[in-house]
């Protein structure tokens, strides 16, 4: 029963979305923040619950970003849209998400693993905090600082983009024998 808990709570981010997405609308600033910390804690938690307890499962390596990202794409393409944050910025994501996710399928069925980095996770803590702090601008109706935030979030997401390209190649993942898919 407790192997499911942390798949479970993936799984709950997912329907957390549109609660999230339906508050920001409506601008109210206030429930969108409750449900993106709700949000948040989940993936805290069950990142926690599957290190500490041994229950990393193939379905949450995979499931568990994509519902980081899920949120992070259906926030900030309601940021766009709403004319909060520019939609280059969102442009800008999508392509640095199709890359990763094309480096993906190219692993896919071989042996080879690009896990997270640093850089990466430094990326998407920005854009969480660019997020509640354009939640933060708008519900006080403060300076709009909040662009800044964005920026260094991009430079980040660029970097790591790179970064994460640079260690593929380094690494030797093209080389001719990695190219094969492994036959168990």
């Excluded at 499931?63 to 800008?92: E, G, M, R, S």
């Excluded at 997270?116 to 709009?144: D, H, M, P, Q």
């Amino acid at each position: 029963m407790l192997k499911q808990v942390p798949n479970a709570l993936t799984i709950a981010r997912f329907f957390l979305i549109p609660f999230v997405v339906f508050f920001l609308v409506k601008d109210n600033y206030l429930l969108t923040f409750v449900f993106l910390t709700i949000s948040g804690l989940t993936d805290v938690l069950d990142g926690f619950i599957a290190r500490k307890f041994d229950l990393i499962t193939n379905f949450g390596k995979l499931v568990d970003p994509l519902a980081d990202k899920a949120t992070q794409i259906a926030i900030l393409t309601t940021l766009a849209l709403k004319d909060i944050i520019p939609i280059w910025i969102i442009i800008i994501i999508f392509l640095k998400e199709f890359a990763m996710i094309a480096g993906a399928s190219f692993l896919y069925g071989k042996d080879l693993v690009v896990s997270s980095r640093w850089y990466g996770k430094l990326a998407t803590v920005l854009f969480y905090i660019s997020i509640v702090s354009s939640l933060i601008v708008r519900e006080f109706n403060l300076y709009s600082f909040d662009i800044y935030i964005y920026y260094l979030a991009l430079f980040f997401t660029i970097f790591s983009l790179i970064m994460y390209f640079r260690a593929f190649y380094a690494q030797g993942y093209l080389k001719k024998e990695n190219l094969q898919i492994q036959k168990h």
